[in-house]
């Protein structure tokens, strides 16, 4: 195996106070990917970092090419027993219904008040959509992020009843890190809404906001009460998922990832674009399989379905990594 130099090693996890999330520094001296189980997953990581990053290498590749995209409900946090954002919807339809009336009795609306979460389930796509242009329209750009802000500091997962912040997969942060610390450009791309995780995944996973790709709604640029300010409108511009997912990068990045990261059939496209480019590229696919640490999923899943992948992933040389298995740790300690 490659050497791999003593920069890019991991020290302690830094507990942030205000936000109770959780960043890995850099250190000299401590283990590589700390979190990792020594195997074929790790081993894999490291092979390629070293191979596209050592001079010389007939797979070295410039700084300015090393282009990581992570998907992130699934890949950096979880995403059950629903995807973040959507409990995020929820909760702002209670908070606005009775400013809404007509709520009690329209769909996707009348289920999410009543707690009939088969009945929102049912509504499909088109109901989520509504769900988000309700709830997330109307606004500033600068009114939304606080009330994101607000909402990721005071709400809690409703099995766990932490933070959502502090679940975040330890041994993912770590990898960011790793990348980073090897010059790697590192994006998040995904089907999640882009200005829900601008306000806090420099916080939380150290990507700062022009680092995010994501849906989106539209906007317009208009005068409020003699201030500039970017409305939001009750309208969808960009859906960021399944094959939305390489365009998203190609328009907003510019540049073809050489290692993508996700856990989903969402990501499939992202990943095989990735990994169908010139060189040396690298394709991993985090597997829910731990019940007892996590929560085990795949094909029968609701958020998060994994089905072409798993089928795929050995033939299209992507590394499929077991949390049961591959991860000593899930969640920062």
């Known amino acids: 195996m490659f050497e791999i130099s003593r920069r890019s090693a991991l ?89 809404h009336p007509e709520w009690q009795t329209t769909e996707p609306f009348k289920s999410v008040l009543s707690g009939d979460m088969a009945g929102v389930a049912a509504s499909g796509e088109r109901g989520l959509l509504e769900l988000v242009a309700a709830t997330h329209a109307g606004m500033s750009a600068e009114e939304f992020e606080r009330i994101v802000s607000d909402w990721i500091e005071g709400s809690r997962h409703p099995t766990s009843g932490k933070s959502y912040t502090a679940q975040i997969f330890q041994p993912m942060v770590e990898l960011i890190d790793y990348l980073k610390a090897n010059q790697f450009a590192v994006f998040i791309v995904s089907g999640g809404g882009v200005e829900f995780m601008r306000p806090w995944t420099e916080r939380v996973y150290g990507i700062p906001p022009e680092n995010v ?40 990045i510019g540049r ?6 996700g856990n989903s059939d ?8 990735t990994t169908s480019g010139p060189g ?33 992933a050995s033939a299209r040389g992507w590394t499929v990594v077991s949390i049961k298995n591959d991860w000593k740790v899930v969640y920062p300690e």
């Open 11 to 99: 020290k302690i996890v830094a507990f942030t106070a205000a936000s109770s999330s959780v960043r890995h520094a850099l250190a000299e001296g401590t283990e590589t990917l700390p979190s990792w189980a020594e195997g074929d997953a790790k081993a894999r990581i490291l092979e390629f970092v070293a191979a596209t990053t050592t001079k010389g290498s007939p797979d070295f590749v410039e700084p300015a090419a090393r282009i990581a995209v992570f998907d992130n409900d699934g890949t950096l946090w979880g995403e059950q027993p629903m995807y973040v954002q959507l409990a995020f919807a929820l909760d702002r339809v209670r908070q606005l219904a009775p400013q």
């Open 213 to 252: 790709v994501g849906s989106s709604i539209k906007t317009k640029y208009e005068l409020r009460d003699g201030h500039p300010a970017i409305t939001r409108l009750p309208e969808i511009d960009f859906i960021d998922d399944g094959p939305g997912k390489p365009v998203g990068i190609h328009k907003f």
């Open 256 to 261: 073809r990832p050489i290692a993508a990261f």
């Open 266 to 273: 969402g990501d499939f496209e992202m990943l095989e674009w």
């Open 280 to 312: 040396r590229t690298f394709g991993l696919i985090v597997h829910h399989d731990d019940a007892q640490r996590e929560n085990a999923y795949d094909r029968d899943s609701h958020f998060g379905r994994l089905t072409r992948g798993l089928d795929e």
